[in-house]
């Protein structure tokens, strides 16, 4: 690396944006989002930092961490150094937000997607589709082309989320591992952590090691999420810098795809077995399920119109709640801009 390599990434400094006290407060509440939205399979911690405009912000801050010259200056003791090259404000408050998140809401949200699993999915689906539409005018003029990307990832998430969950082996690597490919998900908007895990076979397993603190298996899951993290980040921000819009296509394609998975009504058609064929129950004694189908919404009974309109409600109040963020976060951006005009 040349000294000019080096006083360019301490330049970085100047380039990442400046919080106020309660900005990165603001931070620390998206990561709790972002930490509630990777719990639940099916919903991405990477949607959400979509949402809120933080997701390339996300993505360089990550890349830093696997530079050869952060790891040198951090090798030799220069913490100095590395920390003016690292957005370290940035990634403790949104760290330490996800870190709530998982251990506070993890009971919580278990507990409502086994009770209401229909008015959770109501309101994420809701979410997702706003999402779609704000995400997509980050693209200034769409192609032909870009409609295609944006269908093949669609596509691939359409099928993805439809695979059964795997039988995988309890060792130490395969919980690095799991880790490893979730994390790469958590930070791919469409492609649920969770389910990930889910497809792993790993999701009840580490869900329950965060409810009886497991910290063992936890510490193996998080080493192999920051190896993989870090790792995916560089790949990221190179599709970012050098295919900005192909790029944001592929992320819109993958959230539409998702939407297979996050629509509320489901009937269960496979459950988890043994060699025997006898079934697996999760820590709760109930059946693992391991494949579901769509269905539209029941209006046979009282009971089910009642639940429809509560589901309709939660969806466009997933919706609203995008909308006013986008609305919040382009007035705070337009008043940065009047701000910097006026200091300039």
């Keep these: 690396m040349t000294t000019h390599d080096i006083i360019d990434e301490l330049d970085k400094q100047d380039e990442w944006p400046q919080r106020s006290l309660m900005g990165y407060l603001g931070v620390y509440v998206r990561g709790i989002t972002m930490g509630a939205s990777d719990i639940v399979p099916g919903v991405s911690g990477g949607t959400?930092?979509?949402?809120?405009?933080?997701?390339?912000?996300?993505?360089?801050?990550?890349?830093?961490?696997?530079?050869?010259?952060?790891?040198?200056?951090?090798?030799?003791?220069?913490?100095?150094?590395a920390m003016?090259?690292?957005?370290?404000?940035?990634?403790?408050?949104?760290?330490?937000?996800?870190?709530?998140?998982?251990?506070?809401?993890?009971?919580?949200?278990?507990?409502?997607?086994?009770?209401?699993?229909?008015?959770?999915?109501?309101?994420?689906?809701?979410?997702?589709?706003?999402?779609?539409?704000?995400?997509?005018?980050?693209?200034k003029k769409w192609t032909p082309a870009l409609f295609l990307i944006l269908a093949i990832?669609?596509?691939?998430?359409?099928?993805?989320?439809g695979m059964v969950p795997l039988q995988t082996p309890d060792v130490w690597w395969f919980?690095?591992?799991?880790?490893?490919?979730?994390?790469?998900?958590?930070?791919?908007?469409?492609?649920?952590?969770?389910?990930?895990?889910?497809?792993?076979?790993?999701?009840?397993?580490?869900?329950?090691?965060?409810?009886?603190r497991d910290f063992l298996t936890l510490f193996l899951v998080a080493a192999g999420a920051a190896i993989?993290?870090?790792?995916?980040?560089?790949?990221?921000?190179?599709?970012?810098?050098?295919?900005?819009?192909?790029?944001?296509?592929?992320?819109?394609?993958?959230?539409?795809?998702?939407?297979?998975?996050?629509?509320?009504?489901?009937v269960d058609?496979?459950?988890?077995?043994?060699?025997?064929?006898?079934?697996?129950?999760?820590?709760?004694?109930?059946?693992?399920?391991?494949?579901q189908e769509n269905v539209l919404p029941s209006i046979a009974t009282g009971e089910d119109v009642t639940q429809l309109i509560i589901a309709v409600l939660l969806a466009l109040a997933g919706i609203a709640l995008v909308l006013v963020i986008e609305m919040l976060a382009n007035r705070s951006e337009a008043r940065q801009v009047e701000s910097a005009e006026a200091s300039g």
């Design 48 to 81: 959400m930092a979509f949402i809120f405009g933080i997701y390339e912000e996300l993505i360089d801050s990550i890349r830093t961490i696997g530079q050869p010259h952060f790891l040198n200056a951090v090798f030799h003791l220069r913490i100095g150094e």
């Design 269 to 291: 058609t496979k459950w988890l077995t043994d060699a025997t064929g006898a079934f697996i129950l999760d820590s709760h004694g109930e059946q693992i399920v391991t494949a």
């Design 153 to 161: 990832g669609a596509v691939g998430a359409y099928f993805l989320v």
């Design 84 to 139: 003016r090259m690292l957005n370290w404000k940035f990634l403790l408050a949104l760290g330490l937000g996800v870190v709530t998140a998982i251990f506070t809401l993890a009971g919580p949200l278990e507990y409502l997607l086994v009770n209401y699993p229909v008015y959770i999915w109501s309101f994420f689906f809701g979410l997702v589709v706003a999402s779609v539409f704000v995400v997509s005018r980050r693209i």
């Design 228 to 266: 993989g993290i870090v790792t995916f980040a560089q790949i990221l921000h190179y599709l970012f810098k050098r295919y900005h819009d192909a790029t944001v296509a592929v992320l819109i394609g993958l959230m539409l795809g998702s939407l297979r998975k996050i629509w509320p009504w489901k």
């Design 175 to 212: 919980y690095m591992l799991s880790g490893a490919l979730a994390s790469c998900a958590m930070i791919l908007p469409g492609i649920s952590g969770a389910y990930i895990l889910l497809l792993l076979g790993k999701y009840q397993d580490i869900l329950g090691a965060v409810n009886q």
